[in-house]
């Protein structure tokens, strides 16, 4: 997999139109407010899941493969 870095550091690797972030720890106002800044800076949507989200979120969308486990 190749790609490249553009001048702001950031991944140009598959020309994506959006992002999604994935953390189990509550995001902190720090991090929610450079999502922000960077995605304004990359006019690229760029989503948080964080938190009690991602359990509802694997509740509701992963609880068979759980259940598999």
Not at 49 to 67: M, P
């Amino acid at each position: 997999m190749g790609g490249g870095t553009n001048k702001n550091g950031h991944c140009e690797t598959y020309g994506a139109q959006a992002g999604l972030l994935i953390t189990t720890r509550t995001a902190s106002d720090e991090l929610k407010q450079k999502i922000e800044e960077t995605a304004a800076e990359i006019n690229k949507l760029i989503v948080l899941l964080s938190g009690e989200d991602v359990a509802r979120f694997v509740l509701k969308y992963g609880a068979d493969e759980l259940l598999e486990a």
